[in-house]
């Protein structure tokens, strides 16, 4: 079964260090997102790509992250310089062109110290 | 923008118990409705949908969800409980114009069985 792969699966990190997480949607699927997920609540969109173009980043703090997809396959979603409120689990998920439901990688646990 | 209301951060059943998850949406617009499942430090798993068709859906693991409009509701259920069933889920409303079309999850409730 087809299924999104992100690595790390955990990462620790020092404040004001660079952190970057990797994302492989299923096969087929031209939309990707990356989602954050602080600890006892739902999950928060950053970011959404259609193919290599981003369609939603409104709520991605551009200051210290950024979010590409260039080939329009895997992506890279960047932290520099992490926070201490940066550390949450980082959820990558991938649909369809047009279709709602998402499915979701393992995520990424960060830890900020 | 559309919204989710979970009602109850934490539920705690008996196995065999009937399980019962209460969720409530705003859309101004007919929704697609999802329930996700989420085990510790993994990702979300889809349990079930509705997408405009039958208002009762069933699911993966004996879960089932119905549909009311008149409520705004999408309560997820289970006959009877098992240990196995023991994590965080979570309602999600769809949201957004034809080619930005995204999900609005709510805020979880996390589901404990007592043996």
């Known amino acids: 079964e087809a299924e999104v792969a992100q690595s790390p699966r955990y990462k620790i990190t020092e404040k004001s260090q660079a952190v970057a997480f990797w994302c492989d949607p299923i096969?087929?699927?031209?939309?990707l997102y990356w989602y954050r997920q602080i600890l006892g609540q739902g999950p928060e969109l950053l970011v959404q790509f259609q193919d290599e173009s981003v369609v939603d980043d409104s709520q991605l703090p551009k200051d210290r992250f950024s979010a590409e997809r260039l080939k329009g396959v895997d992506s890279t979603l960047k932290i520099q310089p992490a926070e201490l409120g940066d550390s949450a689990m980082y959820l990558c998920?991938?649909?369809?062109?047009?279709?709602?439901?998402?499915?979701f990688g393992p995520g990424t646990r960060l830890t900020v110290t | 923008a559309q919204s989710v209301t979970q009602l109850g951060s934490h539920v705690s059943v008996s196995e065999g118990a009937l399980v019962l998850l209460r969720c409530n949406y705003s859309?101004?617009?007919?929704?697609?409705l999802f329930w996700y499942v989420q085990y510790p430090n993994q990702g979300l798993q889809l349990l079930l949908k509705?997408?405009?068709?039958?208002?009762l859906v069933k699911g993966i693991n004996g879960f089932e969800a119905e549909f009311k409009k008149s409520e705004t509701s999408f309560h997820l259920t289970k006959p009877s409980a098992h240990m196995s069933d023991a994590a965080e889920y979570f309602c999600?409303?769809?949201?957004?114009?034809?080619?930005?079309?995204?999900?609005?999850f709510g805020q979880g409730t996390r589901l404990t069985i007592n043996p």
């Open positions: 998920a991938s649909s369809f062109d047009g279709h709602y439901e998402q499915y």
């Open positions: 859309s101004s617009v007919p929704p697609y």
């Open positions: 509705y997408t405009s068709a039958a208002t």
């Open positions: 999600a409303v769809s949201d957004g114009p034809k080619g930005a079309q995204k999900l609005v």
């Open positions: 096969s087929g699927h031209a939309t």
